[in-house]
Each structure stands twice: as structure tokens, then as C-alpha cells.
């Protein structure tokens, strides 16, 4: 294949891509249109209303989170609904995702229909001439044809106080990254008390400045107020006791063998992955260590399974049990698969799901 038909290749596949996401959308919004109509006043006050039923419909059949369902049943219903030239360019592949989010996005204000259509017409004139544009450069263009039919309607950025975070997340086996995005003044008196933490050590504590800052933090995290020199003198005027801290409890699973050495499997921490073998074993002396033992292979009497069968259900589940869904298995419910007294409370007919997955669960048999 010479030259200039791999680039056609690339550039059709690409307008198939697209063209398959654009007619996905359509569809969502059709089957919204069939299940989840606005008039529907039998379910309007229900806790798993028409929309959120067809969310979880929508996540389990494409096997996504709830999340990313409802943000694409959203995309759909603004395409189907606020947008349709737009959509009806996406399906065809003239445009592809992102430019379709930014346009959908950047014209959420705008309420009025006739302006809304005229908006409309001129993103689907305009909208394949973006393609090539950066993300800034883009968000200028759709803004001038929002201000130009509706002034109001143009997004404003928030403000430094609005746009605030802190996140959590796990980066590589056994270590986590933390982000976050703070008001300036916020963020130099959070930098300021580290560094006074991290200095509050004599000269002969073996961390460096970055490893006493990241002390400090879970210093911090912990409810203490000071850190607590590492020197190693008896005499060391900062190595006093620190402020008792609150017990916080964290879950890790491992197996038996990994803890004793006979194994280098990893445990897990649920919500952050992998934990390597060794870290297991280096803090194992200082935690509390349970056995999950297998549960009997005969039912239990009762609707409420015992203590034991309900931690080996959420030892074994670790979350939500929906397709999709991964709400922690300490906010979650231990459903019957088969309706109890039908169903035994045993392990095979157990499982865990979180409170809205339960009452979609409980709708489904009281329909």
C-alpha cells in the first residue's frame, strides 16, 4: 500500500469512528425518547425515576460506569433534542467527539428555541472548519456565535473559589498521587505549615526536606500537629510525644503466605490497586490481622446473613456487583439474587449492590 493510501485509510477510519459514536448517540436518544418520556408523571416522584432507570439500562448494556452512562444519555438528549444538525453531522462523521462536546457544552445557557436553532444551523455550518483548532482557540469561536445570538448565554469561567479540588488516586503499586487545585492564598499557608512542620526536627533527622514535607502531611492527615524527629537521641528536644491522633481504619486483603514470606503475591487495597508484597509485610506488625475463612457449604437459617458470611460476601465483591458500578462494598447493601425465602442466604445467591442499584433491584420485582 503506498503512502497516500495509508493516509486515506487513517482518515476514513477516523470518519467511521466518528460517524459510529455519532449514530450510537442517536439511538440513546431515541430509546430516551421511548422509555423515558417527560410526561411520564407514575414515575416522576419514584426514587429510580425514568431517567435513571435507563442509566443503569445504558451502563449495563454497554458496560460502563453509571457516570459515564448518564453523561452520554446527556450528550444524546441535547443532540436529539437542542442540537439536531449537529447531531445528524456527527453521524455522519464530519465532526468528532470532542468538537461535539465543546459545542453541546459551551451552548448549555442558551434556552431561547429560535436562537437555540439559529445556533444550531451555525455550528453545523461552521463546525467541520474547526477541527484543526487548539482547545482555547475553539472555545473562542463557539463563544462568538454564542454572544452573537445570545449574550447571556455565554459561559463565564468560575471563580478561583469555585474552582477548587483535592484528589486521591493511585499512581503505581503501593503509592498514591495527590492533586489539588486551591485558592492562592490557601495554597501558600498549606505550603508554609508543611515546610514549619518539616523544619521542626533538629539537623540530625536522616529524611530529606521532601521526605519530612510528606511526613508532615500524613502528619497532618492524622490530626497531629508536630513531627517527630528521627534522630534517634535520647536527649533530642524534638523527639517528645506527639498529639494523639484519631485511629483511622484502612482494609488491606492479602493472603496468608504473602504475610509470612512464603509468597510474593500482592495484596489489595480496595479503591487504589495493587499493594506490593514487601510493603505488606513491612507493616504488618503494627496492624490488626483477620482471617477470612470460607463460609460452610450449606445455607444459613434467616434472612440476615451471620457476621462471618457477611464479611467473606464483602471480602469477596469489594464493590458494587453491577455491571459498571464500583461504589466501595462499605456503602453497600447484601442483596439476595433470588428473592429470600425462594433464595437461600447463602454465598452463591448473595451479592453486593450499592443503595441505588438495590432499589432498581427491588422495582424490578415489585413491577
Known sequence: MRGGAVIDA???????????????????????????????????????????????????????????AAARLRLAIDLRERLPKVGALFAGGAIDYRMVTTLVNRADLVTDPEWLARLDEAFARWAPTWMKLSGPKLYERVDMWVERFDPTGVREPKTPSEDVYVEVG??????????????????????TRLDAMASGVCRDDPRSKDQRRADAL?????????LACRCGAADCPHRGPETPAPRVVINVIAEQATLEGRSNDPGYLPGYGAVPAALLREQAPTADVRLVTLPSPYPEDGYRPSAQLARFVRMRDLTCRFPGCDVAAAHCQIDHTIPYPIGPTHPSNLKLLCVFHQLLDEERFCA
Open 10 to 68: 487513517i482518515t476514513a477510519a477516523s470518519r467511521e469512528q466518528n460517524a459510529a459514536c455519532g449514530r450510537e448517540l442517536m439511538a440513546i436518544g431515541e430509546l430516551y425518547a421511548r422509555r423515558a418520556p417527560e410526561d411520564d408523571e407514575a414515575r416522576i416522584c419514584w426514587a429510580v425515576d425514568g431517567h435513571a432507570n435507563l442509566v443503569a439500562e445504558l451502563s449495563a448494556a454497554l458496560n460502563i460506569s453509571r457516570g459515564r
Open 170 to 191: 493511585p499512581i503505581s503499586p503501593g503509592v498514591v498521587g495527590i492533586w489539588a487545585r486551591l485558592a492562592c492564598q490557601d495554597g501558600v499557608a498549606f505550603d
Open 218 to 226: 500524613m502528619a497532618m492527615a492524622s490530626g497531629r500537629t508536630r
